[in-house]
Nanobody, 125 residues
Framework: QVRVVESGGGLVQPGGSLRLSCAVS????????MGWYRQAPGKERELVAR?????????ADSVKGRFTVSRHKAAEGETIDLRMTDLRPEDTAIYYC?????????????????WGRGTQVTVSS
């Protein structure tokens, strides 16, 4: 069974920095993409950053230049970190880690319904 476990988050003042980490394990086949999404109160969940091992991760326009993702292989599965700098009140949200995992060894078709429970990030003075 796939496990997606986030860590990090918390309360930070505007202009501050935080680092989120996510570990994905238990996958039978390779992980295609890993990413971070966020959901603010009253808003829909949105993409923050996604790494599909193309060489250039995708970032939401609102976080470009401030957030950086890094993806690594682990002893079991993979990890993805989200380094957040110059945080703003509008970055306040619950941040969720997601993994898109291939459903067969041929690398055709993915299961994207692999989510962590989320971690709260609050930016406030």
């Amino acid at each position: 069974q796939v496990r997606v476990v986030e860590s990090g988050g918390g309360l930070v003042q505007p202009g501050g920095s935080l680092r989120l980490s996510c570990a994905v394990s238990g996958n039978r086949f390779r992980i295609h993409a890993m990413g971070w999404y966020r959901q603010a109160p009253g808003k829909e969940r949105e993409l923050v950053a996604r790494d599909a091992r193309t060489g250039t991760p995708d970032y939401a326009d609102s976080v470009k230049g401030r957030f950086t993702v890094s993806r690594h292989k682990a002893a079991e599965g993979e990890t993805i970190d989200l380094r957040m700098t110059d945080l703003r009140p509008e970055d306040t949200a619950i941040y969720y880690c997601n993994a898109e995992i291939f459903v067969n060894p041929l690398g055709r078709g993915t299961d994207s319904n692999n989510w962590g429970r989320g971690t709260q990030v609050t930016v406030s003075s």
